[in-house]
């Protein structure tokens, strides 16, 4: 089999394992055996490879999100909150933190004396 044909196959095996492995590279790596920078690799040089891969995590989020909103259907307070602070914030769904500062600096400065030697 010519190298390309190889590629492709690993490629093909690999676009399979992440969508298996909800898009985690060790785990999809792991089961097609090749190392993480020939992945990385193929994002950088091959258009299309880089696209099924972006695909893959589109479906990969849409699946976490339908599980969020399972969560919330059944009554999941802490998925209720974390979807309004992360999708309600023009609402004002959102922690702030609020710093006080006084704009005063203080500073002192302490006299350094040598030690005097006692004999």
Do not use: C
């Not at 492995?21 to 792991?30: E, F, G, H, Q």
């Not at 976490?64 to 909150?81: C, D, F, K, M, P």
């Not at 609402?91 to 350094?112: A, F, N, P, T, V």
Request: aromatic share 6%; hydrophobic share 35%.
């Amino acid at each position: 089999m010519a190298i390309r044909q190889i590629s492709t196959h690993k490629k093909r095996l690999m676009l399979k394992a992440l969508e298996e492995s909800l898009t985690v590279v060790t785990t999809a790596v792991a089961s097609v055996g090749i190392n993480r920078q020939t992945h990385y690799n193929w994002l950088k040089k091959d258009p299309k490879y880089a696209a099924d891969v972006l695909d893959i995590e589109n479906v990969t989020l849409d699946f976490a999100e339908s599980q969020l909103h399972q969560q919330i259907r059944e009554g999941n307070v802490t998925a209720t909150i974390f979807l309004l602070k992360t999708k309600g914030k023009k609402r004002g769904y959102i922690e702030r933190q609020e710093i006080q500062h006084d704009s005063s600096i203080e500073s002192k400065l302490i006299e350094w004396t040598p030690a005097k030697n006692k004999e």
